[in-house]
């Protein structure tokens, strides 16, 4: 599916919340929180659920900002929900974000997958999937990953590990900027820890003009998050705010 025009005045608008050469750092990648939301601050209208939320323009918002990342997160749940791509189809000669997947239990089926597809045709990089160091491995994963120049790193994420040891360990493998998009438990996880160490550089956030419901999942941290540095856009149907704290 081709994606419609980008709006001219979003680049300019978006250019502040972006990694820049000056928020490179020695330690951790620069990290932008960006996903689509309803009205209601649900992602989707149940678990494990793929729900359009956002105008195809916002759509665009987001292949345009995965030409600015070199890596882009997402949990098993989002996988294993929406079985995405997650490459770049922007117009122009740009390099797609390299894939993370945290996936600690292995539950995901990579080799069979549509972004094993996509590596297949060329079309985005293969990705590093974050597993525990205690779980098994399915050996299909593992030869299609190293076939294509992805990578399984375990460590020691059941029972939590920090994610200042996450981006960090990101960090050594060349992940100098990072988007991510979730899922809710991943979102909420790292609100909640920004609020400890500085983590998180920007949030772009899409707000579409509907509400899921109560059984929708939601973006709600443990406790209050007051963003600053705050502009808003409206679009067709969707607006975004982007902001830091």
């Known amino acids: 599916m081709s994606l419609v025009p980008l709006p001219q005045?979003?680049?300019?608008?978006?250019?502040?919340?972006?990694?820049?050469?000056?928020?490179?750092?020695?330690?951790?990648?620069?990290?932008?929180?960006?996903?689509?939301?309803?009205?209601?601050?649900?992602?989707?209208?149940?678990?494990?659920?793929?729900?359009?939320?956002?105008?195809?323009?916002?759509?665009?918002?987001?292949?345009?900002?995965?030409?600015?990342?070199?890596?882009?997160?997402?949990?098993?749940?989002?996988?294993?929900?929406?079985?995405?791509?997650?490459?770049?189809?922007?117009?122009?000669?740009?390099?797609?974000?390299?894939?993370?997947?945290?996936?600690?239990?292995?539950?995901?089926?990579?080799?069979?997958?549509?972004?094993?597809?996509?590596?297949?045709?060329?079309?985005?990089?293969?990705?590093?999937?974050l597993v525990d160091e205690s779980v098994s491995l399915r050996q299909a994963d593992v030869d299609t990953l190293n076939s294509q120049g992805g990578k399984i790193i375990r460590m020691k994420l059941l029972g939590g590990a920090s994610w200042s040891y996450i981006f960090k360990t990101l960090h050594g493998l060349g992940i100098e900027s990072l988007m991510v998009e979730g899922g809710a438990k991943i979102i909420n996880s790292l609100l909640v820890a920004n609020q400890r160490e500085k983590l998180v550089d920007s949030l772009i956030i899409t707000i579409g003009p509907v509400f899921l419901g109560r059984d929708g999942v939601d973006v709600s941290p443990e406790s209050?998050?007051?963003?600053?540095?705050?502009?808003?856009?409206?679009?067709?149907?969707?607006?975004?705010?982007?902001?830091?704290?």
Not at 225 to 231: G, R, S
Request: proline fraction near 8%.
């Open 224 to 245: 209050s998050v007051v963003l600053k540095d705050v502009k808003w856009w409206t679009g067709i149907e969707d607006s975004i705010v982007c902001g830091r704290y």
């Open 9 to 129: 005045e979003l680049p300019v608008f978006l250019e502040p919340y972006l990694p820049s050469p000056s928020s490179v750092t020695t330690s951790k990648p620069y990290v932008t929180l960006t996903y689509a939301q309803s009205l209601d601050s649900k992602i989707a209208a149940k678990p494990g659920t793929r729900t359009k939320i956002s105008h195809a323009e916002t759509k665009t918002m987001t292949h345009y900002l995965r030409t600015k990342y070199n890596g882009i997160l997402v949990g098993a749940g989002t996988v294993l929900a929406d079985d995405p791509k997650l490459n770049c189809r922007f117009p122009g000669d740009f390099q797609s974000p390299r894939p993370i997947i945290i996936d600690p239990s292995s539950k995901w089926t990579y080799h069979t997958s549509q972004l094993s597809l996509v590596c297949d045709r060329g079309e985005g990089l293969a990705p590093y999937i």
